[in-house]
């Protein structure tokens, strides 16, 4: 679209906006604050972390009564029996839920259904005794949760560096996944320096490797690619 009077024109990305996810975590909230409102749900309301990277959003739910829980001290603190946890998109740790529960309140899961799938990967991987791989940022809230459904053999790997370090016990098998926002060019490469790596003089036996970048995130990197090829200046 143009701008009236500049003679600039303003290219907005087809994919712009909230991703499946991510909408589907925010109207959770706003449907808890209906529901709240109707004596159908339980008060006060709470999101363990911010339900979205947006400040109005955020802003406006505050305005609206619900608080950010920053961490698992502020879980921790939550009065018993009262109140309900929303969990974001992003999703969190099995011992977070073990938390909500002993602190009795309703919890209401918001967690990216693409998400969980990867906790129940990595759960039933750690569980049968092979090694796990997680390709992705180590600080990013979603893989701190899926490596929260994982064990002692469950590593983040982010970048070459990463897989240096990296070791098997002898005859392990092992299962590659993927942050679901990670860059799919980069999970790509750093796969295939694993693969090519080898432990105990045996080639890696790689027992999965499965590619759980979002859909949403492949679409809205190849988007932003095109265009930024084709625009002075992108926002």
Request: hydrophobic share 35%.
């Amino acid at each position: 679209m143009s701008r009236e009077g500049t003679g600039r024109q303003v290219v907005v990305a087809k994919s712009a906006g909230f991703c499946f996810g991510v909408e589907r975590a925010v109207d959770r909230v706003y449907q808890q604050i209906d529901a709240l409102k109707a004596g159908k749900a339980k008060g006060p309301i709470y999101t363990f972390g911010p339900i979205i990277h947006n400040e109005e959003v955020v802003r406006d739910l505050e305005e609206k009564g619900v608080m950010v829980l920053e961490d698992e001290a502020a879980l921790r603190s939550l009065p018993k029996g009262q109140g309900t946890v929303i969990i974001r998109s992003h999703g969190v740790s099995r011992h977070i839920y073990d938390i909500l529960e002993e602190r009795d309140v309703e919890i209401v899961d918001a967690t990216c259904p693409f998400v969980k799938k990867i906790h129940r990967i990595v759960s039933e991987h750690s569980e049968a005794g092979d090694a796990v791989v997680i390709i992705g940022s180590p600080d990013h809230p979603e893989v701190e949760g899926i490596r929260g459904w994982g064990n002692e053999y469950t590593t983040v790997i982010e970048d070459g560096e990463g897989v240096d370090k990296f070791s098997l016990l002898k005859g392990q098998k092992l299962c590659i996944v993927s942050q679901t926002t990670f860059n799919y060019n980069k999970f790509k490469e750093l796969v295939e320096i694993l693969c090519k790596k080898r432990y105990d003089n045996n080639v890696l036996n790689i027992l999965n490797i499965l590619n759980t970048i979002c859909n949403a995130t492949e679409e809205r990197q190849r988007e932003a690619k095109n265009i930024a090829g084709e625009v002075d200046t992108m926002l």
